[in-house]
């Protein structure tokens, strides 16, 4: 903010959006006149402007937005109460059927484990480090690396890709302690489903939730125990399956996310690992919903819900989008994503 001299402060756009946010907000006027003449502005100049934003046609356009927005969010606090009632768990079903995951689960936006849908994967048999080196070894494959010199890896995953020869790649997760320093990942995808195209024959299609004709025929995720994929929703539905390892797993419900802090794109700052209560006040009242996923355990992750996962060992995992119903909701997606 500009200053006329040492004692007078002009009041530019920057305070001018500050006035009107707060406003917005809810703020007490003479909290706000308060705050502007501490901070350097002539109490007639800062009286004038409060009251010119109080009588602004663009500010009561605003207020209106706000209301829609405010009916929008009770619909959505309903939503969550009602989940509340639900017991706090991930039910587990075994070789659940096509039309129960799409009435009970699917279209409700419900977490769930299924379970024996993997017992006839040849990958459940076959794979392992050794196969893998002695089946790929040669591939060139892309690779996270150097997350743990970026807070904010995740969403700074281009900085992060390295390509290196799968069987390198074995040995570091075959050699190292636990670590979140190098991760394969989904976003390696490009490169690696061509790569490694061998493997996915052992990775037969599920036509009971899944479409085999679809060109998404699964994502590859493996790496050391210790790895990390910090609190995030998808934009579509999602299976996670498990084939070698274990993982642990935090989920939020989509109708949380007025109390997720959704800084950026589908990312929050909120660490699940140790959740700061006082910078994040509105988490006391997110139930969370924790699992660990089992070698042959498929979670079925509904769209936009927030999930936490944490490799527990060395760990595999495929997850597919390519469900046999709607699944398109990245295209209404927002495009301003600062939120």
Not at 81 to 103: G, K, M, Q, V, Y
């Amino acid at each position: 903010m500009e200053t006329q001299n040492q004692t007078t402060v002009i009041v530019d756009n920057e305070w001018r959006r500050w006035i009107a946010e707060n406003l917005l907000l809810g703020s007490n006027p003479a909290d706000l006149l308060q705050v502007m003449v501490s901070g350097g502005v002539d109490p007639e100049v800062a009286s004038a402007e409060l009251n010119a934003a109080q009588q602004s046609p663009y500010l009561a356009g605003a207020q209106r937005l706000k209301n829609r927005l405010a009916k929008h969010d009770w619909v959505l606090d309903n939503l969550r109460r009602l989940e509340h009632l639900r017991a706090a768990e991930i039910p587990r079903r075994h070789r659940l059927s096509t039309r129960e995951f799409f009435d009970d689960f699917y279209t409700a936006g419900r977490p769930v484990i299924i379970t024996g849908m993997m017992d006839h994967w040849p990958a459940m048999n076959k794979w392992s480090l050794d196969y893998f080196a002695d089946r790929c070894g040669n591939a060139e494959v892309q690779v996270q690396f150097g997350r743990n010199s970026n807070q904010h890896y995740e969403l700074d995953k281009q900085r992060h890709e390295k390509t290196m020869r799968f069987a390198e790649y074995v040995n570091l997760v075959r050699t190292q302690s636990p670590t979140n320093d190098f991760y394969m990942t989904a976003y390696n995808d490009s490169r690696n489903r061509s790569a490694l195209a061998s493997l996915w024959n052992d990775v037969p299609p599920m036509p009971e939730y899944l479409d085999p004709n679809s060109v998404d025929s699964g994502f590859l995720w493996f790496g050391p125990a210790g790895t990390i994929t910090p609190f995030h929703h998808d934009l579509t539905n999602n299976f996670m399956a498990q084939i070698i390892g274990r993982k642990r797993i935090v989920l939020v419900p989509a109708t949380e996310i007025a109390s997720m802090y959704n800084h950026e794109h589908c990312f929050t700052y909120v660490d699940a690992q140790a959740v700061d209560f006082q910078r994040f006040p509105n988490l006391r009242q997110v139930r969370p919903l924790e699992c660990t996923l089992n070698p042959g355990e498929i979670l079925f992750l509904p769209v936009g819900c927030w999930h936490f996962v944490e490799g527990l060992e060395v760990s595999v995992t495929m997850s597919f989008i390519n469900f046999r119903w709607l699944n398109d909701f990245t295209s209404s997606y927002p495009a301003n994503r600062a939120f």
